[in-house]
């Protein structure tokens, strides 16, 4: 059968090219990039260079156009490829609905975060969801960015971890999401080379902070510190990383991190921070050594930002110099990794899916792991790094070149094998058992007495004549591997010490008493074969119970991510790929300069030339004839029609489909015949819709046709009835006359009383009649003999369980704000603010605005629900936006990015930042007059109740909207359990409110009914960090003893 090109206008497509060769290749790419357009598809792959400068496409509107196009009709993006795996998901556009997954490599710096954020955003966007947890989720990559990115030599925002995030669906809704981490690089904490920083939240932690709580947490100059190398940026880098630590805060907030665990986790970093300046110094007399006398305070303030006893942690720390050196970086690389661990294990806690266990998820997963990389210096870190990225390109190599050309000759097609660069001799080397490289070091870790040297020399013994292995050359002692990306030289100097990952247990006991309740739960927690960790219920351990520098963990590093990238490749292996490839186009880093050299080698190791070559002659989509049938039988327009080679055969020759094979047992299309049949099965279902609609209109018009009838009838033969019974009392009543009766005596007339007016009487209007509650009307009244009487539908004795659960939800409302939101609304004079409104109803509030100008607004509580609703005067209309707020008490408007700390603080911040996605301000607050009624029900609520009535359930509640005279006869069994639900939250409010008493206390400083968290052994740090501005060594900035002047000696230490 004759071939046929990719749809017309597919502009941008390199499987397109007639002519195909790497000067080709390159001589595209080069031309495109200069024109900004930095992505180029490989059939259903995409190439995307980092164009290393902003790009205007990457807007709603270019979203929008990306959500139902058909491939060639816009050009290559990478919102076409979050839009396939998506409508691919829902089983659109051909095959049934089934797992996505998208895979993006490439190079450090090539742009791989960037893209994973693109990919997010869009997908968010195709979801159309209408709750805050799509911007939950978004908020997880600038959250992750902070604690697991850092600058390197290559990357300005280098991640220094793997991510693999799990998005889970029902139907096309986002109900949840999953987070995976790989491999921390958390040696960094400690050390970094030079032209490198630490990981950004340090930074953004100088800069962000304000002096008072610096002060809190005890920090001071960042030159004074050894672990980010007394560096800092200028004042423009420090404004950039201010704003990013506003941007940390609020993604805590967001997401739903508490207060004080945000607190907890800070005071961590600081003391990680002080750790790394105590030093050691020999003692004379016995050989062993004790901490210098210039940092003991140093040792003060880390062991008071611990939450443990001075005291306690010099004994854990003392020992040999070496040990004790190995032991303070120890602690400090565990520590950070524990709390990056935890944050991860919170996000997946709060972004879980909530839905029944029995509903089927669908799902996408999105891979952002740390690219090739290749420096002057390689560690054990870029070992395991380039092993996760030689392991990606074999998942590559298989579905583009294995899969398909197996299929081939199994099917007997003619076909001319394509070679590729099959790594799999490399990752045998790396991964194999017992004689892996992995498994050596495992065994040389075991072993007390093994060296780094001892280590090397066994890999030279085991891996002599490996093609893919060369020993070290010269004095540094180390080893080269031949990686598909090319030959990387490795100093094997510290492998075995970072593989074992050591951490003295004495550590351990002492900080799971820590009085900090986050670093208590961080040791308490286990560590699963992945490296997850895995916190349970706190259980104290006696401290210095084993003083031995022995590991905690039962395996190495190196064995956890071997599982977790084990663990990973199911996962993806399980579902459909998609792959994104990043291009570097230079190493300067500067926008719009291909380096043809750097190119052309990244599209050699990766083999792109030969993935043009296979998607250009291959057949990428290879279905079975029962799955071909089972999906586009639908074609026919026949029933049942047979899963067989000649149904498949039929079906294709009622399309004008071309380029096709069929083999023995499946059929071969190309990569774009998937998205023309889709065309043939989307103009059915859409004609099957019209059918639907014209078959349900007929439906509905003879019900409803038969239902007058019935409802006319009826009137009919109640009115039969009626002339029929006054026919008879007609009759009985002449029958009377005939009979002799008594004379009837007249009745006496009524005379009007003396006070009423002839005028009055005149002007009086008349009293309609009630009308009867045993009829009620019906949706076709008007069609009806209005003389005819009404059927009789119901008979509305008592008030309706309706009313009584409004009633309910009205007083649980009252409760929730009396006990939860009156003293954070309430201003310092005691008043609520202008711009809130009482409990009234969405017509109540556009009524008060109706007169008034564009941009007024007010805030109402709820009638339905615990919460606010922000209504607005917009153009034309009044606007109302749902005010949510999250267990962290935090508000947020449903939809947006930012998370508030008040409701003032909300309203603030919108009069000058626009609601999305109109933009609109706030102006005028629509004020609040005494004489109004809506806030009638907050009245009280400023004087303190009894506790009689504060224990008092919602319907036992004086107050105007619901009188005390009015109660309701019977309990429904909804309104039980409503009352049930009631008593539960209350309790739940209860213990939480005696929780956060116990942990927060008062500020001076803040507006009333806010609170304040602090570090539970703050005055201890204060104190450390003046013991230290007291030494002659450190000389510190006017601006920085300024921001630690001592507090005031009413300052309590909190219990």
Not at 131 to 139: G, K, N, V
Not at 294 to 300: D, T, V
Request: hydrophobic share 35%; charged share 25%.
């Amino acid at each position: 059968m004759g071939e046929r090109g990719p749809l017309a206008g597919a502009d941008g497509n390199l499987a397109a090219l007639a002519e195909l060769d790497e000067a080709v290749l390159l001589d595209g790419l080069r031309e495109r990039f200069l024109r900004q357009q930095v992505y180029t598809d490989i059939g259903d792959i995409l190439i995307a260079m980092n164009p290393f400068q902003p790009l205007p496409l990457y807007g709603r509107e270019v979203s929008e156009r990306y959500r139902h196009h058909e491939k060639g009709t816009l050009p290559p993006h990478i919102f076409a490829v979050a839009s396939r795996a998506y409508h691919a998901m829902l089983g659109r556009g051909g095959g049934g609905p089934r797992s996505q997954c998208i895979v993006i490599s490439g190079e450090s710096g090539a742009g791989k975060t960037e893209s994973a954020k693109l990919l997010l955003q869009h997908i968010m966007n195709l979801c159309k969801g209408n709750s805050q947890l799509e911007q939950q989720i978004l908020q997880v990559n600038p959250l992750l960015e902070a604690f697991g990115n850092a600058q390197t030599v290559m990357n300005d925002n280098s991640s220094r971890f793997g991510k693999y995030l799990q998005l889970r669906f029902q139907k096309n809704t986002v109900q949840g999401a999953k987070l995976s981490e790989y491999l921390l690089e958390k040696s960094r904490v400690v050390q970094q080379d030079a032209g490198e920083r630490n990981f950004h939240i340090f930074y953004y932690m100088f800069a962000g902070l304000s002096s008072e709580e610096k002060e809190m947490y005890g920090l001071l100059d960042p030159s004074l510190y050894r672990y980010i190398s007394g560096q800092y940026g200028t004042q423009e880098v420090a404004q950039r990383w201010k704003h990013k630590y506003q941007e940390v805060c609020n993604a805590l907030d967001m997401v739903g991190f508490q207060e004080q665990e945000q607190v907890d986790m800070q005071v961590i970093l600081a003391g990680v921070l002080s750790l790394g300046n105590v030093t050691f110094v020999p003692e004379e007399s016995n050989g062993s050594v004790k901490v210098s006398e210039a940092s003991q305070g140093w040792l003060k303030a880390a062991a008071g930002q611990f939450g443990v006893q001075e005291d306690e942690l010099l004994k854990c720390l003392v020992c040999t110099m070496s040990v004790t050196r190995d032991a303070r970086d120890s602690i400090a690389k565990v520590a950070y990794g524990r709390v990056f661990g935890w944050i991860v294990c919170k996000i997946n806690e709060l972004l879980a899916e909530n839905v029944d266990p029995q509903v089927e998820l669908s799902e996408i997963g999105i891979l952002d792991i740390f690219g090739f990389e290749n420096f002057a210096v390689n560690r054990f870190e870029q070992l395991c790094i380039n092993l996760a990225n030689e392991q990606l390109q074999h998942f590559f190599n298989h579905h583009i070149f294995q899969l398909e050309q197996a299929a081939y000759k199994e099917e007997e097609l003619p076909w001319e094998t394509i070679p590729f660069n099959n790594n799999e001799p490399v990752l045998n080397l790396l991964l194999a058992k017992p004689l892996g490289l992995l498994s050596l070091l495992d065994e040389q870790s075991a072993f007390p007495q093994a060296t780094d040297k001892t280590f090397v020399d066994k890999l030279n013994s085991s891996f002599k004549g490996n093609l893919y292995f060369q020993p070290g050359r010269g004095r540094v002692l180390g080893f080269s591997i031949i990686h598909y990306a090319g030959k990387v030289q490795y100093t094997a100097g510290g492998f075995l010490e970072k593989n074992r990952d050591t951490l003295p247990a004495s550590i351990r006991g002492l900080f799971i008493n820590s009085v900090t309740p986050l670093l208590s739960v961080l040791f308490t927690a286990t560590i699963s074969r992945t490296g997850t960790l895995m916190p349970h219920v706190k259980a104290k351990v006696v401290a210095g119970a084993d003083n031995k520098f022995n590991s905690t963990r039962k395996q190495s590093a190196g064995a956890q991510f071997r599982h977790s990238l084990m663990v990973l490749m199911e996962r993806m292996y399980s579902a459909n790929p998609h792959f994104v490839r990043c291009i570097k186009p230079n190493s300067k880093k500067e926008p719009g300069v291909v380096d043809s050299q750097l190119v052309l080698q990244q599209l050699r190791y990766n083999g792109l030339l030969e993935t043009i070559r296979i998607r250009r002659d291959g057949f990428s989509w290879r279905p079975t004839f029962e799955e071909f049938v089972e999906r586009y039988g639908i074609i026919l327009v026949k029933p049942n029609v047979s899963l067989t080679k000649e149904s498949c055969l039929e079906i294709l020759q009622s399309t004008e489909l071309s380029g096709w094979i069929c083999g023995k047992t499946r059929l071969f299309f190309k990569y774009w015949h998937q998205e023309e049949l889709a065309k043939y099965v989307g103009q059915l279902e859409r004609a099957a819709a019209v059918i639907q609609k014209v078959f349900r209109g007929f439906r509905c018009r003879k019900n409803y046709l038969n239902l007058m009838a019935e409802l006319r009838a009826q009137a009919q033969h109640l009115q039969e009835e009626a002339e029929k019974e006054r026919s008879q009392r007609l009759a009985m009543e002449a029958e009377a006359q005939k009979k002799i009766s008594l004379p009837v005596p007249m009745p006496r007339k009524r005379h009007l009383h003396p006070h009423l007016s002839s005028s009055s009487k005149e002007t009086k209007p008349p009293v309609p009649r009630p009308r009867s509650k045993l009829t009620e009307s019906t949706p076709f009244d008007n069609f009806l003999d209005p003389s005819a009487p009404h059927p009789a539908l119901r008979t509305e004795g008592q008030p309706g369980e309706e009313a009584i659960m409004r009633k309910l939800k009205r007083g649980e409302t009252i409760r929730w704000f009396k006990e939860t939101q009156a003293k954070k609304v309430v201003q310092d004079d005691g008043a609520f603010p202008s711009w809130l409104r009482g409990m009234i109803s969405r017509r109540e509030a556009e009524n008060l605005l109706k007169d008034k100008p564009l941009g007024c607004f007010l805030v109402r509580i709820s009638q339905s629900r615990p919460g606010y609703t922000l209504t607005y005067k917009g153009e034309g209309r009044c606007r109302h936006y749902m005010v949510q707020m999250q267990p962290n008490a935090r508000y947020i408007i449903l939809g947006e990015d930012r998370a508030h700390a008040s409701l003032t603080e909300l309203v603030e911040y919108h009069q000058t930042v626009g609601i999305k996605p109109f933009m609109e301000l706030l102006t005028v607050p629509c004020e609040q007059k005494s004489e109004n009624l809506d806030c009638k029900d907050l009245e009280c609520l400023t004087l303190d109740p009894s506790a009689a009535k504060r224990e008092a359930p919602p319907e036992q509640q004086p107050c105007s909207s619901m009188p005390s005279t009015c109660k309701p006869a019977v309990q429904s069994g909804a309104v039980k359990a409503l009352k049930h639900v009631w008593l539960r939250r209350s309790k739940n409010l209860q213990n939480k409110q005696s929780f956060n008493k116990n942990n927060t206390q008062t500020s001076s400083g803040k507006k009333r009914g806010s609170l304040q968290a602090f570090p539970r052994l703050h005055t201890s740090i204060r104190r450390a960090m003046q013991e230290i501005q007291q030494l002659p060594s450190a000389p510190l900035k006017t601006s920085v003893q300024t921001c630690c002047l001592p507090a005031s000696t009413d300052d309590v230490e909190p219990q």
